[in-house]
DNA sequence: CAAATACCTTACAAAAATGTAAAGTATTAT
DNA sequence: ATAATACTTTACATTTTTGTAAGGTATTTG
């Protein structure tokens, strides 16, 4: 029950786009620097939300990416069931059986039941969160060590 | 963001137990057949849930398993932490850094600090959740059909 | 005590997820 | 046109997760 890699990493490769605002434009070059990782893997990420729409492709020499929507319009569920599908598995049945054609608990089963529920939950909470959110609260993060400003060094130095 | 094969079968093995209550008790090859998976499969988790202190084993010709606390005693959350490890991983930082040393977010990381809130809001769910809430919910999702009562069959029966 | 039963442990095979590499295609600048 | 740049695609290597196999240990029954 955890954020995959491809979630987390995906994720993390948007927000870069989202902070330059649907105008600005960034190489994966340079996404995958921001963002501590290889090359390569920015480009499959980044290639994955190209296809899911999230982000736009530019090609040749001055190419890059850029988000396709406001980052305010653009809610956490969505990002995360574009890079690792459904938070609850479609065909969940048909693969977790065990040694049997078929799950034996289909129709009566709490578990199923309880595993919607949480689904939903988890849901909730991601499609409340946009990008944009993200990056606000990590501006407050940020802003209290640049609490004193530069210029009044000479003032409160004494 | 799933939950892994460990932590659902995990968990529906346990489930088995938990309807047979503290006193009672079942041999792994009965809860295998239960849950349609193969006996060493329902072994391998079994063993992770007694080393956690869900379960206990009873060794010998008439051996078994049985749940080591009433099922309305244990949780969701303890249930899915012990079988797949904490929601959130601990060295998460430390695991997932692309190329460099370390993340480049450790400090200032509005992801680490939204997954925290979400890894919060899962857990306050599964915490909500005990094993006889399921058991419960699974026994109304039966009962309509018995709804009958079979001493009442030759009085309704004109 | 010996045989049968059932849990225990370790090792291994298979599958899925993760991350890398390389060759290809499109665009721009010279 | 040609070279340089940057996205695109496919294939592959690595790692992790999932599931199986086999031999060992403990307890009961005769």
Redesign the interface.
Known sequence: ?????T???G??CL?VLARQGTEGQMSVADI?EA????VP?ASKLLAIMRQAGLVTAVRGRKGGFRIRREPSEID?LEV?TKL??P???PDHCAK?????EQ??HTD????H???G??AG??AG??AG?TLN???E??RL??LPRIDRRPSDASQTQG
Chains 1, 2 share one sequence.
């Open positions: 029950m955890r954020m995959s890699a979630e987390e990493y994720l993390r927000l995958a963002e501590g990782i290889s893997y956490l995360i690792g599908g938070l609850l598995d977790r059986t065990g040694q049997l799950c034996i009566n089963c709490s578990v039941d309880i595993l529920s949480l939950k988890i909470f991601l969160t959110d993200l990056i609260k990590e993060m940020v």
